[in-house]
């Protein structure tokens, strides 16, 4: 059984830019959720989909965006990079909302 | 405001030393508490999952326990390849998700 599948895996860019990132959950997985990891702040949660619609959302501006399509695929987006978003970015899938998270390898962004 | 807290920061034990970790947390309705464990540069892995206070969840040398305040996560006889940040997440009741996490535990296990 596949898990859960983060593209890319490192992701150096430059600050002003802006950056897509993407996960694939495991079949049959319908909630995706992004989490921001900092070994300041820890995880952090930035929005959970399920069906192709935003369920909840969390404290992070604007600049933070994110979809989901039919298939259950999420991308996430961040505009006009700041060097405070370097992170570790997270992707958990679930079956169902609040249930049994799989989470993926992440992507490692550094801004700079 | 919903809280989770998780002590201690750090732990070193000696293999074969048993210890516990602890979760604390002040919600306003809780679904499911989760523990997960984390390797470096690697995503979080599911260990458990409780959902009332009372339940107990075993995995070979894990357990962990939830009341009404806090959960424990007891390690026995730990082993070096227990050495892993141990994280805390608690899923809330209501009407949309919401995720409160704790810092984690960073858990070395000396041989």
């Known amino acids: 059984k596949a898990g859960v599948t983060q593209t890319p895996r490192y992701l150096i860019k430059t600050r002003g830019q802006q950056v897509t990132l993407s996960c694939s959950p495991i079949s049959g997985h319908r909630s995706v959720s992004w989490y921001q990891q900092t070994p300041g702040q820890g995880l952090q949660f930035l929005f959970e989909y399920f069906s192709e619609t935003q369920r909840n959302k969390g404290n992070f501006p604007g600049r933070f965006s994110g979809r989901q399509f039919s298939n259950s695929r999420s991308e996430m987006n961040v505009s006009t990079l700041e060097l405070g978003d370097s992170a570790l970015y997270l992707c958990?899938?679930?079956?169902?909302?609040?249930?049994?998270?799989?989470f993926g390898s992440g992507t490692r962004l550094t801004v700079v | 405001e919903d809280q989770v807290t998780q002590s201690p920061e750090a732990l070193r034990l000696q293999e074969g030393e048993s210890s516990s970790l602890n979760c604390s947390y002040t919600?306003?309705?809780?679904?499911?508490l989760f523990w997960y464990r984390q390797d470096p540069g690697k995503g979080p892995e599911f260990l458990f999952t409780l959902y009332s206070a009372g339940e107990e969840k075993e995995k070979e040398r894990l357990k962990a326990t939830l009341t009404k305040k806090e959960s424990f996560l007891h390690i026995t006889a730990p082993k070096p390849e227990d050495s892993a940040t141990y994280l805390c997440f608690l899923t809330l009741q209501g009407g949309s998700e919401k995720l409160v996490f704790g810092k984690g535990t960073k858990l070395t296990v000396n041989p």
């Open positions: 958990a899938s679930s079956l169902r909302q609040g249930y049994g998270y799989t």
């Open positions: 919600v306003s309705g809780l679904r499911g």
